[in-house]
């Protein structure tokens, strides 16, 4: 027996010490061709330039909410051990998860990344009462992309949807409508990104001071009644949930103009036949002036379970700190847009896209990143998103825009405790 | 004098029988009961999960419900697929039982299976079925169009009314079979010289089922009925998969929302969460005790 003990501390000893002589981290990231991609590439980056015994292990689940329930449940139980060592989180939860489980980050003050050479918006997301905890990794600067062909037999061209109003958008989608047939925008009718988008484009947000900012708000109150007139008129598509979103409206080719985060060109392009038929641009407002917005975008992470803390930063710090290698090669395999201003100085990032009718779209979104105003973030970012897309849902449905919004507030008053 | 010797048979029997119970009764306490007491202690407290807090005053996330609009409506829809889907599903479970439970019906075996069948897919697999099927571009639509029956695409899934009929169809597809089986072992159960007699004193098919057949069956039917009702009660991956509890949360259940209060969306108030279910669990138990006390006829 005592033999065997012995036996078993020997191994268990030989295994740490295994584990922690070898270069390896783990982190866990939810899209295999986009974000995982990404990964890889920094993965490759620092094994060929700085340390040929590094290892990343990536483990794919499958979705977002899977890191964010792993976190949820670590932090709940104060047991972190089946953490990753890195884990890719979605901007707009981070805030919320670091105040609610402060053990589970780790601050990344000290990993000598110069954060100047990051757009202040996206690490507006990252940073928490000064604290800088995560790595920006891609860019959700929103674009508005339009079908070159569909427009012009409408008698339209790109540059004359640039910089216009809602209204003019919401004329002009009629015409595609009556004419081609197709939607000139559509998205996920559930947990609708359009207000949220539309209403950084006008440099607003859903709360202020803390608390909602709804009925009060008139400009949302207009991007409302927008919204709901463009779905009456077939010019704007709600699907019934995410999937409807991507599979049936951009997949089956039903709409001729795409506005959200940067990270749907992965889906757009898998329409090839469309190859070449698309351009992209600023956002629509609504007094016409060009809009410009960021959603869902996500940063690296280290969590409290990573035992390498000196490996976990320095190697954050040299990929995603700006790494014109790792940046590069991320935007050719996984078409992810960094948010590294001096690494978009690349050659990879200046090349024409063919999909795209050969425009030189990375650097215009790199460019667009930067005019992204910053707007007031709260905890509650997606309750209220929800709350938003359930409004317009019920006026949609025969109800009324001030009550249906005023319900919307009512309820995330609630859920907030206020 | 027996006493002397300090086990009685009587006592002995005793013991044997504590000793067989306590393993399962341990791990009962263990798996359920102390949960449960966890529970109802986590549903007094509020914030975050890793800083649990009493909240103040005590009972505030149970006065916080009356308050709550979504989670009258997740009960308001929780109670509607009760009414409506465990009704229809018991009968229809009994006819068919019934049916083959008929000796000289043929390929008995086969029609059993393959009404047990629904019962073997996963909750989540058939919903997505399900949804597939009642999609805006989907197969029920398609089929509806060539037949000339609509004219045009019907959102099914995003329109509140045929939402709820979907998941209540989507329910019936799966359970009813389910609950078929426990009928027909009941049926199994009624000795075949009771129909005979019925059959000699005059009665006919329909007397026959309601008068001999339901009495003989009340057990099973008892049994279904707590267990079907327990089940709806917690239905959970209908709502969250067929509608995602759309539009605008009116097809969405109570477990489902008390998931979403405690993961999914980054909420995390567990507190809440914990006494959202504790009502459900009294509701659970408050409706089977008075499922019990009605369909016990014993004494």
């Known amino acids: ?418 | 004098m027996n006493k002397k010797k300090g086990f009685g048979l009587l006592a002995k029997q005793r013991a044997s029988g504590w000793a067989f119970l306590t393993p399962a009764a341990l791990l009962l306490f263990l798996t359920s009961f102390y949960p449960m007491v966890q529970a109802f202690i986590t549903s007094l407290k509020t914030g975050s999960s890793a800083r649990l807090k009493w909240s103040e005053p005590l009972f505030n996330n149970y006065t916080r419900m009356l308050k709550d609009t979504v989670f009258k409506t997740s009960m308001g829809n929780t109670f509607l697929y009760l009414i409506i889907q465990v009704p229809i599903m018991l009968i229809l479970a009994i006819l068919l039982a019934q049916l083959l439970n008929n000796k000289d019906l043929k390929f008995r075996g086969l029609f059993r299976t393959l009404i047990f069948l629904p019962c073997a897919t996963s909750l989540v697999s058939y919903a997505l079925i399900f949804k597939t099927l009642f999609a805006r571009e989907g197969l029920i639509n398609a089929m509806l169009l060539s037949l000339g029956i609509i004219k045009e695409n019907v959102n099914w899934l995003g329109t509140p009314g045929t939402a709820k009929a979907v998941i209540i169809i989507a329910m019936l597809w799966r359970w009813t079979g389910y609950n078929m089986v426990f009928y027909l072992a009941g049926l199994q159960n009624i000795e075949y010289s009771v129909y005979e007699a019925a059959n000699i004193d005059g009665a006919n098919g329909w007397k026959t089922f309601w008068n001999v057949t339901v009495p003989l069956l009340r057990p099973v039917i008892v049994m279904t009925a707590i267990m079907s009702i327990n089940g709806t009660l917690q239905l959970f991956d209908e709502s969250v998969n067929l509608t995602a509890g759309g539009p605008s949360n009116t097809t969405i259940t109570m477990s489902h929302y008390i998931y979403n209060n405690s993961l999914g969306s980054g909420v995390a108030n567990f507190g809440y969460a914990s006494a959202m279910s504790f009502v459900v669990f009294i509701l659970v138990a408050v409706l089977a005790l008075i499922n019990m006390k009605v369909g016990d006829t014993r004494d």
């Open chain 1, 1 to 418: 027996m005592k033999k065997f003990v012995a036996v078993l501390i020997t191994l268990c000893l030989m295994l740490a010490v295994s584990s922690a002589l070898a270069d390896k981290l783990t982190v866990s990231a939810w899209d295999a061709a986009f974000n995982g991609s990404a990964l890889q590439a920094a993965a490759d980056d620092y094994k060929a330039n700085v340390d040929p015994d590094f290892e990343l292990e990536i483990n794919i689940v499958s979705g977002s909410s899977d890191v964010e329930n792993d976190m949820t449940l670590a932090g709940s139980s104060g047991d972190y051990s089946n953490l990753s060592d890195i884990v890719l989180f979605q901007d707009h939860f981070i805030q919320r998860y670091v105040a609610d489980y402060p053990d589970c980050w780790v601050s990344l003050d000290d990993a000598g990344i110069n954060w100047d050479d990051f757009g202040a918006e996206k690490l507006s997301y990252s940073t928490v009462d000064g604290v800088h905890y995560g790595v920006p990794v891609d860019n959700g600067t929103a674009i508005m992309a339009y079908r070159v062909d569909l427009l012009e037999q409408c008698g339209y061209t790109v540059a004359d949807m640039t910089g216009i109003t809602w209204d003019k958008f919401l004329e002009v989608g009629k015409e595609v409508y009556a004419k081609t047939g197709k939607a000139l925008l559509s998205m996920d009718g559930s947990g609708n990104d359009l207000p949220y988008i539309m209403l950084q484009a006008e440099g607003k947000s859903q709360f202020k001071d803390g608390k909602p900012y709804i009925t009060e708000n008139e400009d949302l109150v207009k991007i409302i009644k927008v919204i709901c007139e463009m779905a009456k008129e077939h010019v704007l598509i709600l699907a019934n949930d995410w999937t409807g979103y991507v599979n049936e409206t951009v997949l089956q080719d039903q709409v001729a103009g795409v506005m959200n985060g940067n990270w749907m060109i992965p889906s757009m392009s898998l329409v090839t036949e469309n190859s070449g038929k698309w351009e992209i641009t600023t956002l629509p407002t609504l007094d016409g002036h060009e809009g410009y917005a960021a959603n869902g975008g996500s940063s690296l992470y280290i969590t409290a379970n990573c035992k390498n803390l000196e490996l976990a930063k320095k190697f954050l710090a040299y990929t995603f700190g700006g790494s014109t290698e790792t940046y590069d090669n991320a935007l050719r395999k996984g078409g992810v847009i960094g948010c590294c201003i001096s690494a978009a100085q690349s050659g990879v990032y200046q090349e024409g896209v063919p999909f795209f009718n050969g425009q030189a779209i990375y650097s215009k979104i790199v460019e667009m990143g930067a005019h992204v105003p910053i707007v007031e973030q709260n905890d509650y970012h997606y309750t209220c998103r929800g709350y938003i897309g359930n409004a317009i849902q019920e006026v949609l449905m025969g109800g009324d825009v001030e009550t249906a919004l005023k319900t919307a507030e009512d309820q995330l008053l609630f859920a907030m405790g206020l």
